[in-house]
C-alpha cells in the first residue's frame, strides 16, 4: 500500500454552479461545482425526479459501473429498470457530495485564493445542510422545481433528512434509511479514531501529501477498516468468517491468519485507491456535526413542523451504528406535527449495510412506500 | 505523544521459575519470570488462594496504588479488605500475565539467545493456556495445592475458563466475567484495526523501536482509542459526553471538538506511557487465538467433562464485545456435564468496563457466590 498511486485523474459530468455556495462557516465557496449522472427520462411536467443521496464512501455512480473499481453501481438492488427506485419511470439524479472526490469541489479542486493548488486540507468544514445546498443548486440547474422523492442511505438519509426541513415544499417525499437526526457519541468516537489514524500516517504530511506525491494509504486503510467493522453486525461477520482461517494452522502469523483480517486488509487496500483522505475527513466531520434538532432550537419537531412531505423512515434491527431507536426518535418527532409517516423496522441480521444489500423486505418496502407516492403525486 | 519517553523501569516483585515454560507454539522459553503481588494471609492449611487473572491492559496492581499511573489497583471495588474478594479473608494473588509488560516474561524480556537484547517483535506468540501455564508454576511456588478461586473479567474471564479446563483438580470455585469461550470475529477485527494502526507508525521499526529509541506512540495509541469504544456502551458514551462539545462552537476544528474527542485522545496517550506495543500485539493475539472449544474436538462442554469446581458466570446487559449469549453458552456446555453453575446477566447499561466499575448487583452476587463457596470448601 506505500506505492499507493494517486487518484485516477476522471472526466466526470458536473456543472459548474455560478455564484458560488455561502456555507454554514462563513466560508464563501467562489468555485461550486457538483458532478452528478442521471438516469431515465424527466417527464414533460419534470415532476418524476427522484434525488438520490450517498453515504460516505459513496458517490454519483449509483446504477452504473464504477469509472474507479469496475464494480456495478453501489445501490444496483434499489436503482434501474423494473427496480423499485425505477429508471423505466422515475428520472434519477445522483450527485457527487460537496467534499467529495469524484468531482464535485472538495479538498480535490482548486483552491479559491491559489491558483494551480488544490483546496487540500485547507477546504472549509462543510455540514450536510452545505452538501444539500449544492444539491438544491442543481436541481434549480435541471430547471426541476419540486423533487418527487429524496432518498437516501446513512450519511445520505442525514441528507434526505435536510432536505426535508430545508426544502420542504421541494420534496415531495422522503425516504431516510438506516439514518439519524444526529450523530451519537459511539460514531464520533469511531469517526475519530480514523481520523487519528490518517494524521498518524507520516505519508498524510500535516494534510500536503499531494505536495509529496504521496498518500496516507495505511491511515486511511485503518480508517476504512474501522469503520468497515461498524457497518456490519457481529452475526454478519461471523455468518461470513467466524475463526475461520487462511493458510497453514501457525501460531507465528500476524495479520492474515483469521479470514476476517484479510478481508478487512482488502477493504483498507481497495479503498484508498478510490478516495481521498482529506474528503474523507472533511465529510466524516460532515456528519459529526450533525444535528437537526440542535439547529432547531433543541426540538427536532420544529425541523419538520408545517411539512406536507411523506416521509418513509426505513431502520434495520442489527444496525448498530444507526439503531432503531434513533429513527423511531424522527418517527415521533414527525408524528408530533401531525407528518405523513411510515416507519418500517426491517428485520436483518446484517447490520448497517443492509440498506446496500438484497433485503426483500426492504425493497418491497421502498416499491410500496413509492408507488402509493406516485399516485398521490399524480404520477401515471 | 512523539517524545512519548520510554516505558519506566520499575523493580516488580517477581519469580523466576526453573525450567521455564514450553509454549503451545512448540517454542520452549528457557527463561521465564512471573512477576505478581499478593494481599492478605495464607491461612495454614494453604486453602484460602484466590487468583486474580487481569484483563488486556490490566496488571498484576489489582488492588494497590499502580507504581506507573499512581491509580488505585484496577479492581479497588471487588478486591480490599472487607470487599467481596476480602483480603482480609482470603490470600489473594494476581499476577502479570506471560507477555505482558510489567515484569512478566515478555517481548520487553531478555531475549533467551541473544544477550543484552530484548525479544522485541521475535517474543513467541503465546496463547491463554500459556499464560494460565505459567501462572500454574507461580502457584506451586507458593506451595498451593488447589486455588479457592479463580476470578478474572474480559481476557482474565478466559484465563478462568482455561484454568477450569487445564487444572480442574486445582481450582474450587471459578469466576468468567465478561467473558467468552471463543474470541469473535468481531473482536478479531476489531484487534486487528489496532495492529495495523501500530504497525503503519514509522516509529514501530518492524517492532525493533527499541533499537531506535523511539515508540510507535501514534500507532499504540490509535490501537488503545478504538479498543476503548469497544468497552463501552453507546448508552455510556451517550450519558457521559453526548455530543457535547469542548471550548468554543467552530466548525473550522479537527481532534478535540467533542468532549468524547479529547477523552479518548487522553485514553490513548495515557495508555502509550505505561503499555509495550510488542505486548499490546502479543496479547491481543493470544484473545484471537482463544478458543476453547476448537481445543476439544469442537465441543465446549468436552473442555468442562467430570469438572468438580463451581462455577458462576456473569455478562452484562450492555457488554456489545462479550455479549450475553456469549456467556449463556458457557453455561450452556457446563449443564451439559452438569457442572454446578450459577450463571448471572447484570442488567448494566455500561457496557464491557462495567465489570470494573460499582455496579452494586455485581459485586452482591460475587460476595454472595464466594461466601458460599468459601463454606462448602470448609473455609471459616
Known amino acids: 500500500m506505500d506505492q499507493a498511486p494517486p487518484l485516477p485523474e476522471i472526466n466526470h459530468q458536473s456543472v459548474l454552479i455560478e455564484g458560488g ?35 460516505l464512501t459513496g458517490d454519483q455512480y449509483v446504477a452504473e459501473t464504477h469509472p474507479v473499481s469496475g464494480k456495478p453501481g453501489w445501490w444496483g438492488e434499489m436503482v434501474g429498470p423494473g427496480k423499485p427506485v425505477d429508471t423505466d419511470k422515475y428520472f434519477v439524479i445522483c450527485a457527487n457530495v460537496l467534499g467529495g472526490c469524484m468531482g464535485s469541489t472538495g479538498p480535490r479542486s482548486p483552491h479559491d485564493d491559489r491558483p494551480g493548488e488544490p483546496w487540500g486540507i485547507e477546504f472549509p468544514p462543510v455540514t450536510i445542510p452545505d ?63 480514523g481520523r487519528q489514524a490518517i494524521f498518524a500516517d507520516p505519508d498524510f504530511h500535516a494534510g500536503r501529501y499531494w505536495q509529496h506525491e504521496a498518500i496516507p494509504a495505511r491511515g486511511l486503510a485503518v480508517a476504512r477498516m474501522t469503520a468497515h467493522i461498524t457497518y456490519l453486525s457481529e452475526a454478519a461477520l461471523s455468518r461470513k468468517f467466524g475463526r475461520k482461517l487462511r493458510g497453514a494452522d501457525s501460531l507465528t502469523w500476524f495479520g492474515d491468519r483469521f479470514e476476517v483480517e484479510s478481508y478487512l486488509e482488502h477493504q483498507g487496500s481497495s479503498f484508498v485507491r478510490r478516495f481521498d483522505a482529506n474528503s474523507y475527513l472533511t465529510i466524516t466531520r460532515a456528519m459529526d456535526f450533525f444535528d437537526l434538532a440542535a439547529d432547531h432550537g433543541g426540538v427536532l419537531a420544529e425541523a419538520f413542523r408545517g411539512t406536507k412531505t411523506r416521509f418513509l423512515l426505513v431502520s434495520f434491527s442489527s444496525d448498530w451504528l444507526f439503531p432503531t431507536a434513533q429513527c423511531r426518535a424522527i418517527a415521533r418527532a414527525l408524528n408530533h406535527v401531525a407528518a405523513n409517516v411510515s416507519f418500517v423496522e426491517i428485520d436483518s441480521d446484517k447490520g448497517h449495510d443492509a440498506f446496500l444489500l438484497d433485503e426483500p423486505d426492504f425493497t418491497r418496502t421502498m416499491r410500496g412506500f413509492l408507488a402509493g407516492a406516485a399516485e398521490a403525486a399524480g404520477l401515471t
Not at 422545481?145 to 420534496?171: C, D, I, K, T
Open 21 to 55: 455556495l455561502a456555507l454554514d462557516c462563513g466560508v464563501h465557496l467562489r468555485q461550486l461545482v457538483v458532478a452528478y449522472r442521471t438516469y431515465g427520462t424527466l417527464n414533460a411536467a419534470r415532476s418524476n425526479a427522484v434525488l438520490i443521496c450517498h453515504a
Open 131 to 193: 452538501m444539500v445546498r449544492a444539491q438544491k443548486k442543481l436541481i434549480d440547474h435541471l430547471g426541476i422545481e419540486r423533487l418527487f422523492a429524496v432518498v437516501g442511505g446513512s450519511m445520505g438519509g442525514m441528507q434526505v433528512l435536510a432536505w426535508a426541513a430545508l426544502y420542504p415544499a421541494h420534496v415531495f417525499a422522503a425516504v431516510p434509511v438506516a439514518a439519524a437526526a444526529f450523530h451519537s457519541a459511539q460514531n464520533i468516537a469511531f469517526h475519530e479514531v
